[in-house]
């Protein structure tokens, strides 16, 4: 029981981690990557 708690705690915590920041990241003004990736092929083609 114990090295299952020892276990499971951390993945818990990372999970919620995790969660925290994806909420922010979708929740956040900030462009996405897909974004970016399309900003960088508008300049990628106006540079051709």
């Known amino acids: ?3 299952n708690l020892k276990f499971w705690l951390p993945m818990l915590l990372t999970m919620q981690i995790i969660q ?3 909420m922010t990241y979708l929740l956040s003004p900030t462009p996405t ?3 970016l990736r ?3 092929a508008v300049i990628f083609h106006a540079k051709e």
């Open 1 to 3: 029981m114990e090295k």
């Open 20 to 22: 925290a920041a994806f």
């Open 33 to 35: 990557a897909a974004q």
């Open 38 to 40: 399309h900003a960088h």
